[in-house]
């Protein structure tokens, strides 16, 4: 295919990587891996109804009670837009026109700059998915922090209007004790939130905190021997850590001083939605390379806030 062009290319991309694209930041982020998620074709951004109130109907009954009023559930519509992600990458035109219209060739040309291109988009969705969405003027994805507060419109629910919709808050803890972690667990499983929680996210500080305090509290020494080649190894330090159960999960990168406790599993559950169709625009030359904007819509979406927990301004 000689003559090849860097339209030939663009439509290429387009036709035949979206997919790819989709499923290569989907393995190299790691909230991705954790959250439910789901591929969609496009169209607005994510819809979802928040059940508040259960039907009043369910009860127990016998032999003779007269039949029940009709019931239902109580609900409110909950909306998000669509946020975007986008990166370049860049190519010699020389490097191109010497591949002479084989897209193998030029498929290997592209390999190097995706695979750090699709880092870097896991890398900044890991980062927005644990925001609370106001970097960049607001664009980035409406984020954990912005679903666990106890004020501010989310989703189009206003709590000042819908008291109910507010996540638990614990805020400027300060020095971290057993009781804050009690307390929130005791709130959270607690009528009226009932909820049922899978994990807490923190940042390596945070969970370093985390780690000394249980091992204070639990008046235990984290040391393992191990009689390897060479002599004897010692072994410090927590590996892993839970609370009642609930896993304690670090996420690499994360430096904000608090604790966001998710549940995943109830009608609080959490999804991350993506837009299959990764979409590569082409740029005006830099140079001699051929520029190309790779983007995509992402958001992530919080079933029922009321069901969340955090607790915030963490300092030891």
């Not at 039949?67 to 909950?78: C, D, E, N």
């Not at 370049?88 to 084989?102: C, F, K, P, V, W």
């Amino acid at each position: 295919m000689p003559g090849l062009v860097s339209s030939d290319i663009t439509n290429f991309l387009n036709e035949e990587m979206p997919q790819i694209m989709a499923d290569a930041v989907g393995r190299k982020s790691m909230l991705f891996g954790m959250f439910p998620h789901k591929f969609v074709t496009g169209g607005p951004g994510p819809r979802w109804n928040v059940t508040y109130a259960g039907n009043s109907s369910v009860q127990s009954f016998g032999d003779g009670d007269a039949p029940l009023a009709a019931g239902k559930q109580s609900r409110l519509p909950a909306s998000l837009d669509w946020k975007r992600i986008r990166g370049t990458i860049q190519i010699e035109r020389s490097a191109i026109e010497m591949a002479n219209g084989d897209f193998s060739q030029i498929g290997d040309l592209f390999q190097s700059e995706l695979d750090g291109l699709y880092q870097d988009f896991a890398d900044e969705l890991d980062d927005q998915l644990m925001s609370d969405g106001t970097g960049n003027s607001s664009k980035d994805i409406t984020g954990i922090q912005a679903v666990n507060a106890d004020s501010g419109s989310y989703a189009g629910i206003d709590p000042s209007t819908y008291t109910w919709w507010k996540a638990y808050v614990d805020a400027a803890v300060g020095t971290l004790a057993e009781v804050d972690l009690k307390t929130a667990m005791r709130d959270l499983t607690n009528t009226p939130r009932k909820a049922n929680p899978s994990f807490m996210l923190m940042g390596p500080a945070v969970w370093d905190i985390c780690a000394a305090l249980f091992e204070t509290t639990r008046n235990q020494t984290i040391l393992q021997t191990d009689f390897g080649k060479g002599g004897l190894k010692l072994q410090a330090g927590a590996t892993a850590l839970e609370y009642q159960g609930i896993p304690l999960i670090r996420v690499p990168g994360y430096t904000a001083q608090r604790i966001d406790i998710l549940d995943m599993v109830s009608d609080g559950g959490w999804r991350i939605d993506i837009i299959r169709n990764f979409l590569v625009d082409e740029l005006p030359l830099n140079g001699d390379a051929q520029v190309w904007q790779v983007s995509f819509g992402a958001q992530l979406r919080c079933h029922n806030r009321r069901k969340q927990g955090t607790l915030t301004g963490i300092t030891a």
